[in-house]
């Protein structure tokens, strides 16, 4: 940012504020340290914005409204908006920034009357090749459109959006269309009618970018205008759309039926839009067919319910059993919220038969997006069909080969127990979780632990404790830190899912052999359990049986388990001082041995061990 061309500047002396001193008058006060701190931190920002390095020119434009703050408002209309001008042919990371933070700039100008000022920068950056660049420009450019005075929407907005509409380049008319919504509704019936004119035309642009981004302004653009004009000239570019050369623009078209039949009456919607859907929903690209099923249910609940039943479920089922694995994909995650509009019959009848086909589907995915939705299927449905159709497919899918298959439906076993209840599964359900805790991939592993306490709940403790206990300590020793680290808050929520006496019992036994185990490891994991556990267990059994266990590791001979140890001290100190019958252990056990560790021959032990006393 310069100001004068020809003589160089510092920093400071730009900025006009007074030269900052070294603070040798030693009766400055802390507020004017302070201030001349900022000062020199906005200096810095403004330094900043000519950097060589793009990474610095970032951080300053993250920072615009501070530096606009600094400057105030006649220097940021006379200087900083000049210098920002510049930087358009910075690269594509820093205009994407700039693109977003010259929308928060209004408020610093002066008054809404000098909004406009900002319009000729993100006008350039609407312009430019990389996309993400130009939707941050429109939408800066969509939220000042709002707060423009209404002459300098005439005046300024409008020439722009034309520019920007006629332009040579399609990246310019690509970024027009976004704007034509937010600007309709500030302008008078016959400007209306002109933008109306001008976004058909980019509609019908050459350019299928151009048409594409169209297609994905048209809903937007749809809700402002009056239902006269989108049966007149709005249905028409629908028509265009849904008809495009181009499967990128067509299935767009899936999303403005939306706003279309939400707009319309039930009427218009079966003679008006239903040949539109039922094209699209029969279109030779599967990309197109993979949107409209990817939007069937909102599509559905646009058009109404009469018109769902009698229109929608041969589509629906075609889409179950589409050739494409996409596309059945999309289907099969919207089975529940499509049966949820139609009769039960229907369901029982229709849908069920291909639910039974999806579970035996070549693509993974279909199974496994089927596999999330069919638990709710059960509680539409009710016990009866659910027992004689879908629970032949729970128990198949809970041996399917894909593990997300299996973890999605016990990640819903909830749903599940409602409706037959949990029993009738358990005897398919206990392999296939044996078989997904000791799946290779650890991210499966450390999902099915998630579950854990959920099937606890379901299982009750007696039965939890017979078949899957022995599986959740055995997590405490797995190879990966991730599942060790997940095993121990896994213990923590069975101890509030079964209670202390349970834990007590059950648990704290087992954990406390692992204390002498000769992989050190396996010793430590101990000290995070019984850390994470004592905030759900009561007193007088942290007391009892945890504490012991904590301080007699203090003895160990690794130092990452005696600083360990000393940072479980730390966290159980407010337990004991919570409670006025315990506070006594801070000092005849907690203190001494963090007193001993204080003086330990490893500086981490020694550390964490002060820390600990401070908190004494």
């Not at 900002?118 to 006008?123: C, G, N």
């Not at 048209?218 to 007149?232: R, T």
């Not at 850390?531 to 007699?552: H, N, Y």
Request: some cysteine; glycine content about 4%.
């Amino acid at each position: 940012m310069e100001i004068d061309t020809n003589t160089p500047q510092s920093t400071t002396e730009f900025m006009d504020e007074d030269p900052v001193n070294t603070f040798a008058n030693s009766g400055s006060t802390e507020a004017q340290r302070r201030e001349q701190d900022d000062l020199f931190a906005v200096a810095l920002l403004i330094d900043e914005l000519r950097h060589d390095d793009a990474q610095y020119r970032l951080n300053a434009i993250k920072n615009l409204t501070v530096i606009a703050q600094a400057l105030g408002p006649e220097r940021t209309r006379n200087e900083l908006l000049p210098f920002l001008q510049e930087c358009i042919d910075d690269e594509d990371e820093v205009l994407l920034v700039l693109a977003e933070e010259l929308g928060n700039l209004a408020e610093y100008l002066g008054g809404h009357e000098y909004t406009y000022l900002l319009l000729v920068p993100l006008e350039n950056i609407a312009a430019v090749e990389e996309n993400s660049v130009r939707e941050k420009a429109v939408a800066s450019l969509c939220r000042l459109a709002t707060i423009l005075p209404s002459n300098d929407i005439a005046t300024y907005f409008l020439p722009l959006l034309k520019r920007l509409s006629l332009g040579v380049w399609f990246t310019s008319r690509t970024s027009a269309v976004g704007l034509y919504a937010a600007v309709y509704s500030r302008v008078s019936p016959i400007v209306q009618a002109e933008l109306r004119n001008m976004f058909s035309q980019l509609v019908r642009d050459d350019s299928p970018m151009v048409r594409r981004s169209a297609a994905k302004a048209l809903k937007s653009f749809a809700v402002e205008l009056s239902k006269e004009d989108l049966l007149g000239g709005g249905l028409e570019l629908l028509q265009l759309l849904a008809q495009d050369s181009q499967d990128s623009v067509r299935l767009l078209a899936a999303e403005d039926i939306v706003a279309f039949g939400k707009i319309f009456d039930e009427d218009e919607n079966q003679n008006l839009l239903l040949p539109i859907f039922h094209a699209l929903a029969q279109d030779k690209s599967w990309r197109v067919r993979y949107m409209v099923a990817s939007e069937y249910v909102l599509i559905a609940q646009a058009f109404g319910p009469s018109i769902v039943k009698e229109h929608f479920t041969e589509s629906f089922l075609n889409f179950l059993s589409d050739p494409e694995g996409e596309v059945r994909t999309a289907a099969a995650g919207r089975i529940t919220g499509y049966a949820q509009l139609i009769d039960k019959q229907v369901v029982i009848g229709r849908l069920l038969p291909c639910v039974k086909n999806l579970v035996a589907d070549e693509n993974q995915h279909s199974r496994a997006a089927l596999a999330k939705e069919v638990s709710g299927l059960a509680l539409i449905v009710g016990q009866e069909p659910t027992m004689e159709y879908l629970l032949p497919t729970f128990l198949q899918q809970l041996t399917d080969d894909f593990p997300d298959v299996r973890l999605n439906i016990i990640s819903s076993l909830d749903e599940i127990n409602k409706a037959i209840g949990v029993e009738r599964l358990s005897q398919a359900l206990l392999p296939a979780i044996h078989e997904l805790s000791e799946d290779k991939q650890w991210r499966i592993r450390l999902a099915i632990i998630e579950h854990i306490p959920l099937l606890a709940k379901q299982f009750g403790p007696q039965f939890f404790e017979e078949k899957l206990l022995d599986l959740c300590m055995g997590w405490l020793r797995d190879k990966v830190f991730s599942i060790r680290e997940a095993a121990t808050a896994n213990l923590q929520r069975l101890t509030h899912v079964f209670g202390a006496a349970w834990a007590q019992e059950a648990i704290i036994p087992k954990i406390q052999k692992m204390a002498v185990d000769d992989n050190y490891l396996h010793r430590m994991i101990v000290i995070f359990a019984l850390t994470i556990m004592a905030e759900a267990l009561p007193i007088d059994t942290v007391r009892d049986s945890v504490m012991p266990t904590v301080i007699e590791m203090s003895n160990d001979p690794i130092p990452n388990i005696r600083f360990n140890v000393a940072k479980s001290l730390e966290t159980m100190i407010p337990l004991f001082k919570q409670n006025k019958a315990t506070a006594t252990l801070v000092s005849s056990l907690a203190r001494p041995t963090l007193e001993k560790l204080s003086g330990d021959t490893d500086g981490d032990v020694r550390f964490f061990a002060n820390r600990a006393l401070e908190t004494i």
